[in-house]
């Protein structure tokens, strides 16, 4: 049985369905997050497992018991927002400490704790300072560990990262999953950064319009979206859209309007004049002025239009003769490679049957 259980959990507000019949299992000590544009019904479904709101429909399970008449300060459940939200007046210390006197903890155990706490999140030291002395990857540590300080079963983080700046996020993202690894509590993870939900989870449930359009792990969500959303939304993507023109074991063609038949690998047969897509990385695509003697299944010319220069790689925009634009993206360090191509270079894009996936819903 896993940990956390949702189960066909609906809410509304007036006309509006935030959340729409989700169920999500999530097991012990895993890094779950929950990946969606704004307004995708994600932390919405948070606040209900934290209990700051109540379902309108549906079951929210933590141990196969349902938490619907549990106060969010009676649940083994902990969140830490993005703004911190850290008691200004309290020192490092007191921020830490006032989850433990909420729950009477006893005085000298609580001494122990609170330096265990600092040293989760590697801040043995920082106890007598103020929330304003703090950086802000700091005070984010400060609030995990204010979080983390009562050992609860899950903890709950929304958009944690989402006002640091780059460089800062990346190391955060790194501290998060050792902490987590070191706490070996369940996680469960509320962020719009693609790459970020990438980076950090074991499993990621995509959801869109209220509802969860794919949940599975991130190279599988990467490399085998269910449908068109998750697949333009996860990552960069080429989605080559057309009519079936042809079907058989192991492989269909698409016909893509101004690029022409697109052949891609799939395991099911797919109905000869219905629409599909091929979701194509760009990364998939190789890209050069003329295509080698053993040339892959689909071969296609066309012209640079745009580049974008990225250090180690660069992502080119191709225009072909039917209109149709495509994004390839070639490393910077490719053996015997002269020159970047440049705006108006004409080039030939290649890959293989296997480098697409069929995407229908």
């Known amino acids: 049985m896993a940990l956390l259980e949702i189960k066909n959990v609906t809410r509304r507000f007036g006309d509006f369905t935030a959340v729409d019949d989700v169920s999500i299992a999530i097991e012990a000590g895993e890094f779950f997050t929950l990946l969606g544009p704004s307004g995708c019904g994600k932390t919405t479904l948070l606040r209900m497992i934290a209990g700051f709101d109540l379902p309108d429909a549906g079951l929210i399970l933590l141990e ?25 007046h309290m020192t490092v210390e007191g921020n830490i400490a006032f989850p433990l006197e909420m729950s009477r903890t ?28 703090l950086s802000g990857g700091q005070k984010q540590r400060v609030a995990i560990a204010r979080a983390l300080v009562t050992h609860p079963q899950v903890l709950l983080l929304d958009e944690p990262l989402a006002a640091l700046d780059a460089k800062l996020r990346e190391e955060m993202q790194i501290e998060l999953i050792n902490m987590q690894k070191e706490a070996g509590i369940t996680f469960v993870y509320v962020t719009h950064d693609q790459s970020e939900a990438l980076a950090l989870s074991h499993r990621i449930a995509v959801m869109n319009q209220g509802r969860v359009e794919q949940i599975d792990e991130p190279s599988r969500l990467y490399s085998f979206p269910a449908s068109r959303f998750v697949a333009d939304f996860i990552g960069t993507c080429n989605l080559l859209e057309g009519r079936v023109s042809a079907s058989s074991d192991g492989m269909a063609v698409i016909d893509v309007e101004g690029l022409g038949p697109v052949r891609a690998a799939t395991s099911t047969l797919m109905d000869v004049g219905g629409q599909a897509a091929v979701a194509l990385r760009p990364e998939k695509i190789a ?11 689909n071969h296609f010319a066309g012209t640079v239009t745009d580049q974008l220069y990225l250090g180690d790689v660069t992502v080119y925009r191709v225009s072909t003769a039917g209109g149709r634009r495509i994004e390839a993206l070639r490393a910077n360090s490719d053996a015997g490679r002269a020159k970047l191509f440049e705006s108006g270079d004409k080039v030939e894009l290649s ?11």
């Open 64 to 88: 196969g018991k349902d938490l619907a008449q549990r106060p969010p300060e009676d649940r083994p459940v902990r969140t830490v927002f993005q703004s911190y939200a850290l008691f200004p």
């Open 106 to 133: 006893p005085a000298h155990a609580m001494r122990a704790k609170i330096d265990e706490a600092l040293a989760d999140v590697r801040l043995t030291g920082f106890g007598r300072r103020y929330p304003h002395e």
């Open 287 to 297: 890209i050069e002025p003329h295509a080698g003697r053993s040339v892959p299944d």
């Open 351 to 361: 890959w293989p049957v296997d480098a697409g996936h069929l995407v229908t819903g």
